[in-house]
C-alpha cells in the first residue's frame, strides 16, 4: 500500500524524523499502567517504537486511510486499532476502567481539546505526553505571572505535574507546518484530589481568566460574592497572578461565602 496523503482538514503532518519520533516514544515512564493509547498515528512512524516496549500498545485514529496502513504494515496491532474519534469515543470499551497512558503527535486542531478530555479521564490517565503547536505546549506548562498562563496552564497544573521536554523543528513533518513544535510530558500527582468543589473551581478559573486583563473583584462580578469577601486582598489581583495553589485557595473561600 502507498503511503497516507495528508489531509488538511484533520490537521495532519506526518512526522517523518525517527529519532525524533523515538525521543517521544521514550518519554514514558510505564509505571503504573500496562497500556498506552496513542491518538493519531498516521503511517506509524511513533507507534512502532511504541510497539517495542513491554506494554500493550492501542491506537485511535479517524482517518480510515492510515487506519488500511496501520493494518497493512503493523501486524502487532492487530484487534488494536480503534477507528474512532478520541474526543467522542467511550475509552472504556478498550480499558474497562483500567489505568491507562496516552501519548502521540496530536493534530493542533484539535490538541487542546484532547488535553480537556484527558482531564475528564484523570482518573485513568497517570500519564499523558506528545507533541503540540510549541506555543500550546508551553502554556499548558507555564507558571504564573506569564501572559502565556491562562486556564490550560492551570487546569492542567491543577492535577499533573507538567514538564516541557523538547522543541521540534518544522522540516521534520510531511507538509511541514508553519510553527514549531513541542513535547511535553504530564505525569498525574500523587495527590490529584482538589478539597474544593471540582465544577466550581473550574468556573472560578475559567471566569477569571475570560477577562485576565482585569482584577478578579471585576472578572468574577457574575459569581454574585458578598461584599465581605471581595474586600480579600487576593481580588486586587489579575488571573495570571496566581498560582494553582492560590486558585484552589480561592475556590474554598468562595465555596465558604455560600456560592
Same mark, same amino acid.
Given at each position: ?115 480537556? /478530555?484527558?482531564?475528564?479521564? /484523570? ?63 504530564? /505525569? ?72
Amino acid at each position: 500500500m502507498e503511503k497516507v496523503k495528508a489531509k488538511k482538514h484533520l490537521g495532519q503532518h506526518f512526522l517523518k524524523d525517527e529519532s525524533v519520533a523515538q525521543n517521544i516514544a521514550d518519554t514514558l515512564g510505564l509505571e503504573e499502567y500496562e497500556d498506552v493509547l496513542e491518538i493519531g498515528p498516521g503511517m506509524g512512524v511513533l507507534t512502532k517504537y511504541l510497539l517495542e516496549k513491554t506494554i500493550n500498545t492501542y491506537v485511535i485514529e479517524i482517518d480510515n486511510e492510515s487506519v488500511e496502513y496501520l493494518d497493512a504494515n503493523y501486524p502487532k496491532l492487530q484487534g488494536k486499532i480503534i477507528s474512532k474519534d478520541f474526543l467522542k469515543y467511550d475509552v472504556n470499551e478498550v480499558f474497562g476502567g483500567k489505568q491507562f497512558a496516552i501519548i502521540g503527535n496530536f493534530p493542533y486542531n484539535i490538541s487542546t481539546q484532547i488535553v480537556f /478530555r484527558t482531564l475528564e479521564l /484523570r482518573n485513568q490517565i497517570p500519564e499523558f505526553a506528545g507533541m503540540f503547536q510549541k506555543e500550546v505546549a508551553e502554556r499548558i506548562c507555564e507558571k504564573k505571572g506569564s501572559k502565556t498562563y491562562g486556564i490550560l496552564s492551570v487546569l492542567a497544573q491543577a492535577f499533573y505535574d507538567a514538564e516541557y521536554l523538547f522543541t521540534v523543528d518544522e522540516h521534520v513533518f510531511i507538509p511541514p507546518p508553519k510553527v514549531k513544535s513541542g513535547v511535553l510530558r504530564l /505525569r498525574r500527582k500523587e495527590d490529584y484530589s482538589l478539597p474544593c468543589g471540582e465544577k466550581l473551581f473550574f468556573t472560578v478559573v475559567k471566569t477569571a481568566f475570560q477577562q485576565r486583563r482585569k482584577t478578579l473583584r471585576n472578572s468574577l462580578k457574575t459569581l454574585n460574592l458578598s461584599d465581605n469577601l471581595r474586600e480579600d486582598e487576593v481580588f486586587n489581583l489579575r488571573p495570571e497572578q496566581l498560582s494553582v495553589e492560590q486558585f484552589i485557595e480561592l475556590t474554598q473561600k468562595i465555596e465558604a461565602d455560600g456560592v
